[in-house]
């Protein structure tokens, strides 16, 4: 709310009478309200807690204070800046996510705050920096740019969520390390540590794809896997156990929490030993990374266990609302992250809904019993995780339950394989014998995850959700949720009530206007959309490069629920007419429109000689003379070349002439 609705800064400090009030109101037996008026109060305190939490949102982005350093846009050329994440290795460039310490501005001094993102040449220099490592920039930081086309992913955005707005491309001359990470800095020793237990599990006979995927489990680090590898994963839905999360978290409490059980038989012995298992689980979340699901993990478990330490009854949604609420304190830009979502939905659904499915079965053999419980917990984890993942990924896995009841398994002997292989790597040869055991388990759970993503009908792609079908069932699944858990007949009424609503809303789910775009790649490609259909125009680099056209209108498509594509190579078709546009090439008219494009033809072009509405500017060879006030609009392209575009831009003003440069606004769209 506070993201997209709240245009004003809330003083954090006016919440205090208000909160004082709240609190006050609490007790209405006591104090202003009866306890038949006690709604009064708590939606008193309700609403005090969403202002607060809005406040909160607020000042958590440095964006939103006086000394945010994009706030000297244009004056400075130089900051001075601190590596605040570890340095990530890519293939031509080392990427940084840095804080703004200092702005020099005239040549003075100025301290700031703010974050943002550098892509650094690569070379030695850069390869060696590290975390907590101070930088001079001497190159203005740019505005990270929108989305070029309509339903493309937006970075800006995402990175926008985060608090970060600008970046930077440097070359080693565009910088200089001033000083290196001093002191103690659990981060740092925590990357140093990630990496000596990644040596070992190498040294242990562990190949590449199954080195990749142990170090995904047990370290977080999934940058290893390699593009097949990840997508077999992604596709049989077994991604999650590569993302440290709830399950791993959950294994490392099993496997401390049985062999610490001695511990009890001491005076102290529980406390120690839950102070013990905290501890582990914290810094296991700390070696993995710190993600918002593992963060989460590691906070509902320690809830947990101090509610079980001090014999208090312990309710696993109050465990999952406390830990949601402090991360959520902490980092307000949380309840954005797809990490966040997926976990807190994947348990909150496990919780709600996996006893009524595993009640709906009682098997008398204990394994078929311990199976179908596996089962239950997929289903409901399911539940509650496909509206996400189709809305964000469109797709959804057909063999969900195949493969976790593989994966789990899996996953619980490479967690426990994977720590006995740490501890006794000072005894070599257990260590190796353990360590092949583990990369012939990896082995074959690679060849089964991958075996399962190339059964037919494994992906169920193109599937496309409109926020307000996505949001209602979300809705719909928490309240047939509470209603089975609750089994209040009540709420078969608002079931109801918001199952019509789905119903009405999934009839406008898809856009079915018809327009025209034209899109801002390196090559040409225009787009017609109507009646379900997609005609694609452009040259022979509509064959050549197809996943540069399935970047552009790919999740377009979708959002238009089109069921056909059909594509026009404008070099070898010169003709090709449909109820909705005809095309003559070089022109195309679409509904009472005329376009005219102007491409590899050295011809000399009045206005005079034609009627036309739009002018596209594909190349430079052409000559245009204008006159002042032409009606006719310059689309100019992506492809041209720099030095024509300046002069159209110029030619274009003088003349009064509109104009629509897609290189720096982004793709053209017409309506008709």
Excluded at 582 to 604: A, E, H, M, Q, W
Aim: glycine share 4%; charged share 15%.
């Amino acid at each position: 709310m506070a993201f997209y609705v709240l245009k004003f800064t809330i003083a954090w400090y006016w919440l205090i009478p208000f909160l004082a009030i709240s609190a006050f109101l609490a007790f209405p037996h006591q104090y202003l309200f009866t306890y038949r008026y006690r709604f009064l109060s708590g939606s008193v305190i309700y609403i005090g807690f969403v202002f607060l939490g809005m406040a909160n949102y607020q000042y958590h982005f440095d964006r939103n204070k006086a000394m945010y350093f994009g706030r000297y846009r244009g004056k400075t050329q130089q900051y001075e800046v601190q590596i605040n994440q570890l340095p990530l290795d890519r293939a031509k460039s080392i990427k940084l996510f840095v804080k703004i310490k200092s702005c020099y501005v005239h040549g003075q001094s100025k301290q700031c705050q703010g974050k943002a993102i550098l892509y650094l040449q690569k070379d030695s220099a850069a390869q060696q920096l590290s975390y907590g490592d101070k930088l001079i920039i001497t190159k203005p930081l740019e505005r990270i740019p929108p989305a070029k086309a309509p339903d493309v992913f937006d970075y800006r955005k995402y990175l926008s969520l985060q608090d970060i707005h600008y970046q930077a491309f440097l070359r080693s001359y565009n910088w200089s390390k001033i000083e290196s990470v001093s002191g103690v800095n659990i981060f740092l020793l925590a990357q140093k540590l990630r990496l000596k237990l990644l040596m070992i599990l190498r040294k242990n006979k562990l190949n590449d794809d199954e080195l990749s995927v142990a170090a995904g489990m047990l370290l977080g680090m999934r940058d290893m896997l390699s593009p097949e590898l990840s997508r077999a994963y992604a596709g049989a839905g077994a991604m999650h156990i590569l993302c440290v999360s709830g399950l791993h978290v959950g294994i490392i409490f099993l496997i401390f929490n049985f062999l610490l059980k001695p511990l009890q038989r001491h005076r102290h012995g529980k406390l120690i030993k839950a102070t013990s298992i905290v501890l582990i689980i914290w810094f296991y979340a700390l070696l993995t990374g710190l993600s918002p699901s593992v963060v989460r993990a590691a906070a509902m478990f320690s809830f947990i266990i101090i509610g079980q330490n001090f014999r208090r009854p312990v309710s696993i949604i109050g465990s999952l609302s406390g830990s949601a609420l402090m991360l959520l304190v902490l980092n307000p830009a949380l309840i954005f992250n797809l990490g966040f979502q997926l976990s807190y939905s994947a348990v909150l659904s496990i919780v709600l809904l996996q006893k009524p499915i595993a009640n709906l079965w009682k098997p008398s053999l204990k394994i078929i019993d311990l199976i179908w419980q596996l089962i239950g917990i997929s289903i409901a984890a399911q539940i509650g995780t496909a509206p996400l993942t189709v809305y964000y990924f469109h797709q959804f896995p057909s063999f969900f339950i195949l493969t976790n009841l593989i994966v789990i398994p899996s996953a619980y002997l490479v967690i426990i394989l994977g720590i006995l292989v740490i501890i006794t790597s000072p005894i070599t040869w257990i260590s190796s014998v353990i360590g092949k055991a583990l990369s012939i388990i990896l082995f074959l759970l690679n060849n089964a995850v991958t075996g399962i993503e190339h059964l037919p009908f494994a992906v169920i792609h193109n599937l496309y959700l409109s926020t307000s079908v996505f949001v209602l069932l979300i809705a719909l699944i928490l309240s047939i949720s509470v209603w089975l858990v609750v089994k209040v007949k009540k709420f078969i009424y608002v079931n109801m009530v918001l199952l019509i609503f789905l119903l009405i809303a999934w009839q406008n789910n898809y856009d079915l206007s018809n327009e025209l775009i034209i899109y801002p790649g390196r090559t040409k490609y225009i787009a017609i959309y109507a009646n379900r259909k997609a005609w694609i125009i452009g040259d022979s680099n509509l064959i050549k490069h197809p996943n540069a056209l399935n970047y552009f209108v790919e999740n377009h498509e979708m959002h238009k629920g089109i069921k056909k594509r059909i594509l026009i190579l404008q070099d070898t078709l010169s003709d090709y007419t449909t109820s909705y546009f005809s095309f003559r090439y070089p022109y195309l008219k679409i509904g009472n429109r005329k376009l005219k494009f102007i491409d590899n033809t050295r011809i000399n072009t009045s206005f005079d000689e034609f009627d036309v509405d739009y002018l596209i500017f594909n190349t430079s060879k052409s000559k245009v003379y204008f006159t002042n006030n032409q009606k006719t609009e310059l689309i100019l392209s992506n492809t041209l070349a720099p030095w024509s575009r300046k002069q159209l831009i110029r030619n274009a003003e003088d003349h009064l002439i509109k104009y629509y440069d897609i290189r720096k606004k982004g793709s053209w769209q017409l309506i008709f």
